[in-house]
């Protein structure tokens, strides 16, 4: 069950980070607001006051789902950029040179990319 869940969430890495940033910053400005400008929240929103006395838990927890989210996101971006610029090689030893670093980072990124990586070492013949 959790090889199927972390397996879901591999493949769909890019749209859950950016979900995740996304619902961070509008519980950061909720919080902000809360906490510093109590009149929008109150009377644009029509937040009750119960809600605006958890503004600090709301920017707390929003700041925690934003960097999570950007974290994700940038490791993602960084590592397929790191594949693409790798397997655009047409030299053999420079892939042979960084092949166990491609194989662990393609491990954390979507199976397409996994499938490049094989398909390059099928075309350099490497095993």
Known sequence: ???KISGFLREHVLIFSIILTIIGIILLFLGVTGIWFQDIPKN???????IL??????????FIVFLTGAWY??????????????????KRSELIKKHAELK??????????????TDKDEEFNIK
Do not use: C
């Open 1 to 3: 069950m959790a090889g």
């Open 53 to 62: 006395d958890w503004s600090l838990y709301i920017l707390i927890i929003g």
């Open 104 to 117: 662990n980072t393609v491990r954390h990124l979507p199976s397409k990319y996994q499938k490049m990586l």
């Open 73 to 90: 996101l940038y490791s993602f971006i960084k590592n397929r950029k790191f594949i693409l610029n790798e397997l655009k090689t047409n």
């Open 44 to 50: 644009v929103l029509h937040f009750s006051q119960e």
